[in-house]
């Protein structure tokens, strides 16, 4: 393992209360604030926040080597990969190519050509 | 290396979570307003202090106090211990109101429409026998759980969904609970042996270390678990 | 030991009565068991490989013999379906992603890169351990009536109908890619951290690209699939329903975390073969790599972008419009990196020296055979004719087409090629290259006909068929016939060149590359002392004569 300076006890403890402090706001959010449709976007954003601090003071991340971001990067980001076409997939279940447009349709008094804008 | 492997172990299962959420968002929510958020909050606060605990160990260890060592990775088995404990709490509560996935999700533990292996057996036979017997007498179960106003049982409709997201949730809780035990014991091993041989722990701190990022990997996927699990609850 | 050309000239490291070698080191049976030395825990695994090939490709025998038919004779379709099942089933995971990383990987990579073995030597020995486990529980599956829902595991069947053994072959394959994530996790480890002095990225064998590449993709990949699985056999086991729709759940779902994984996983099983290609290329054509870095970066292009195909197996799975564009429109990306490999391989054999022998036999009818199959994976990918073609025996051959015309070739070149230096003694050149031509006229006999069969429309996984495709249907039993032989040929003259073959000195081909300034066989540290490197790789000089044994 990479050899650096030891975090100090202090640090610790002071991300150590910040966690506890986001835990209580993501808590409280939940409980008490109507966040509509971006109430999922709001728990992760907290949870990664809570996840960067652990990640980098907690697991030395910020002062590890680029092989180590390397690694954890690519967990995440295919990951990252994996979620968005999966959910992709799902979310575009009821997509048709033309579902937007306005049926074809002719009549005698157009001459029969076809016409979207009637 | 070997955590980025857990990042798609536990990843594969949350996009499945992810993707059963997209299909029945109803019945997840009412499932995260079943599980009880101060529990859940407090045991996420639990978890933070271990890992607190586990980084102070090891910077005990970096420092070579052995004594601090052993203080430290024994306070973190303490409360790795102690989430362990209210997680039981809460899956037998989750139990004794039925909300257990399996042919009595849906029934109160030990309500009288519990059914047990030997109930089947028997109503099986008193069928056979009684074919004239009212059929009611085995039909008809009282579904206990119940929705968000606390008074209204659920249709069956809706409780398929709330057990797909009660299987999710003990799916990952328990996968995540796995990975605590086997923590535990790793570090447990550990501590006890800073009591056998002095000098392990602060000669080479490596094992503490890998110790403590694998600890930190498990609290933080418990730090999505949470509010994804019990929060999203609108 | 800096690396310089010189083939005669090479003299080992250390004189060959100096030192007892790998081999020789000691001879007890646990010694072989309990060894942490990478080159033993290759050869083990080289033996354990063979017998699951031999085991798949009865399964084999047995399709092929029972399709010469159009009825529905030799087997019943219940079985059937268990055959072909198991015969993907072993093939894949206990026989193709283990191949080339486990026996070639497991024996070079230190070698290569000058180190005197991997980073975690107990994992190494673990994860055999891990694969013979997991082959134990494959084979009690099998003794037990097998599984018939085909090595894809499709929903509802594998969790509904199915009443064979899937939950024990699902934890067999669960527990086979733990060894697979330890084997990666090690070469990672050890190309990160133990190369010798001097030996820059860009001076690595492209093998070695090629590995690190894989196992990237192993590291990757694979827990998906254990956690699927994992949720299949918990389907299964607890009757929920996850999968299930009418318990709330989506099959689709399963296709989507199993394709996941699956698609990468035959990456696994081609990159090594590339990397192998590229030494035999070099080697026997005399020549440096044409685009040492554009291979080395194509192996990396095609790990990543494989993680964004696998809906290419899903057109027809109601999986929505937009999504299948998109897997569409990768699928085309990522053949690029793999034609840039073929456009290179040509590009060096371009007015070179060439020996044809047999690795080099091999390699070329890898060039040939891959390209082919590859090209027919475009006409899959491509939407529209993906619905004609789907769920035929076209997807069979071309699949075929790129394992066995591609990687297993390349396996045979590879274990050819180095194996004077993991045995210290050389095959019989000319039943070396009779079966290697045998390998390729059986094979393209075999599959080639499945081509046509796909495109006439008969259907995988049936056992019986109308008559009008039989003389097709004949063709390709009788060329796997003529395969087998081909395959079985190398496991005699191998064996006996174990004793009668003509002692190999350290560089019988005039190669270059690390492992080939060892003798052979080597000790069992590799190198006496690490050597340190100061030129780029496939350093050979065009007025090289014709090597001498």
Known sequence: MAAHKPITPATYSIVYVALLLLTTLTVFISEYVDTGAYEIAVALTIASIKTLLVALIFMHLYYSGPLVWLSGGAGVLFLAIMMSLFLLDYNTRDWTPGRNEQPIVTSKDQGYLPRRDH | ?234 | MSMTLEPKAVRPITAASDRPDYLNADYSILSWLLTLDHKRIAILYLISISVFFFVGGFFAALIRLELATPGGDLVPGDTYNKLFTMHGIVMLFFFLIPSIPATLGNFLVPMMIGAKDLAFPRLNLLSWYVYIAAGVLAVIAMFNGGVDTGWTFYTPLSTRASHTQVFLTALAAFVAGFSSILTGLNFMVTIHRMRAPGLTWFRLPLFIWAMYATSLVIMLGTPVIAITLAMVAVERAWGVGIFDPSLGGDPVLFQHLFWFYSHPAVYIMILPGMGVISELISTFCRKVIFGYKFIAFSSIAIAVLGFAVWGHHMFVSTQSMMTSVFFSIVTMLVAVPSGIKVFNWTATMWQSSVSWQTPMLYALGFIGLFTIGGVTGLHLGTLGTNIALTQTYFVVAHFHYVMVGGAIMAYLGGLHFWWPKMTGRMYPEFWGKLSALIVFIGFNLTFFPQFLLGQQGMLRRYWEYVPEFQVLNVMSTAGASILGVGYILPLFYLLWSLRYGKPAGPNPWGATGLEWTTQSPPISENFEKTPVVTTEPYRYSREEAHPVH
């Not at chain 2, 997840?28 to 271990?50: H, M, P």
């Not at chain 2, 606390?150 to 299987?167: E, R, S, V, W």
Request: glycine letters at 8%; a negative charge; one cysteine or more.
């Open chain 2, 1 to 234: 290396m070997f955590l980025a492997t857990e990042i798609l172990f536990f990843g594969g299962l949350f996009t499945a979570y992810a993707v059963m959420r997209t299909l029945n968002p109803e019945a997840f929510s009412l499932a995260s307003y079943k599980l009880n958020a101060v529990l859940g909050g407090l045991n996420t606060a639990i978890l933070l202090t271990s890992s607190f605990t586990m980084a102070l160990a090891v910077w005990a260890a970096q420092t070579k106090n052995q004594s601090l060592l052993r203080l430290f990775l024994g306070l973190t088995l303490f409360f790795g211990c102690f989430f362990l404990v209210i997680k039981a709490y809460e899956w037998h509560h989750e139990y004794e109101v039925g909300l257990l996935p399996g042919k009595n999700f849906g029934y109160a533990a030990h309500g009288h429409d519990h059914a047990h292996a030997d109930d089947k057996h028997m109503s099986d036979h008193a069928h056979d026998h009684n074919q004239a017997s009212s059929p009611g007498a085995v039909a008809a179960r009282q579904i206990t759980v119940t929705d968000r106003d606390g008074k209204t049982p659920l249709t069956p409709d809706k409780l398929k969904g709330l057990q797909m997201a009660f299987l999710f949730y003990f799916m990952i809780t328990g996968l995540h609970a796995t990975h605590m035990v086997v923590g535990i014991s790793v570090m447990g091993i550990h501590w006890v042996w800073t009591f056998f041989y002095p000098r392990f722990g602060v000669d080479d701190y490596t094992p503490i270390e890998v110790s403590g990022l694998y600890w930190h990997f498990v609290d933080v996927v418990w730090i999505f678990v949470f509010p994804i699990l019990y929060l999203l609850r609108h």
